[in-house]
């Protein structure tokens, strides 16, 4: 028996919108981040949940291929929208997100956080944390191409993903950070305040990779 036309259609509208609900679970994540310090989080908490649920929806047509490998058959997912009013909610859903959620609720959050860093700075705190989640606010659409690209066709893309970004983290996102902490021990040094976490922070940042290897040599 033949699957129904409107039955494929709606699988074909939930896998194909499963990228644009990633960039909003991208935007929870950049909220949960300044939730739990900015400059930090926590593991298994709500950044890397959401981070986790964002890398799932972008690979989910890969992760569908672990059905097959298993023996159980999936409906088609690839294709066009056959249904007028099914493709209609596709349109709107991924106009609604990508020109309203992404192209101002986000801007517009990220603005509120410049001001919480220049408030933060005001009472004597860091402005750093509220300063980086603009910046991952900002970086939602960059950071869910990066995604996209890092995934492969296979039924390891989610995994293939993870690896990517961590390589992508230690390679590029950590010599920067060590950049920013060499400049804040010459800061502190300067106004007399304690610099060495700093540049022993400096040195985690840049031999993180070699400390990666050397874990997996100890194993």
Do not use: C
Not at 20 to 31: K, P, R
Not at 113 to 125: E, P, Q
Not at 126 to 135: D, E, G, N, R
């Amino acid at each position: 028996m033949a699957t129904p036309q409107l039955l494929n259609d709606t699988v074909r509208l939930l896998i194909q919108l499963a990228p644009v609900m990633a960039l909003v679970t991208l935007l929870l994540a950049g909220i949960a981040l300044r939730w739990e310090g900015g400059s930090t989080f926590a593991i298994g908490g709500g950044f890397t949940k959401w981070m986790f649920w964002a890398i799932v929806l972008v690979a989910l047509p890969q992760l569908l291929l672990w059905f097959n490998y298993f023996g159980v058959p999936v409906p088609v997912a690839t294709g066009v929208v056959g249904t007028n009013w099914i493709a209609g909610i596709r349109d709107d859903v991924s106009a609604f997100v990508n020109d309203f959620v992404i192209g101002r609720i986000a801007i517009t959050l990220a603005a509120y956080f410049v001001i919480r860093a220049i408030l933060d700075a005001t009472h004597g705190s860091h402005p750093l944390p509220s300063i980086l989640t603009a910046m991952f606010l900002l970086a939602i659409p960059a950071t869910a191409s990066l995604m996209s690209n890092l995934q492969t066709d296979t039924r390891f893309a989610a995994a293939d993903i993870m690896d990517g970004l961590w390589s992508y983290i230690a390679g590029r996102i950590m010599p920067i950070a060590a950049g920013l902490a060499v400049i804040g021990a010459i800061f502190n040094f300067l106004t007399n305040r304690p610099a060495m976490r700093l540049v022993a922070s400096a040195l985690g940042f840049l031999t993180v990779a070699a400390v990666w290897r050397l874990v997996l040599q100890m194993m």
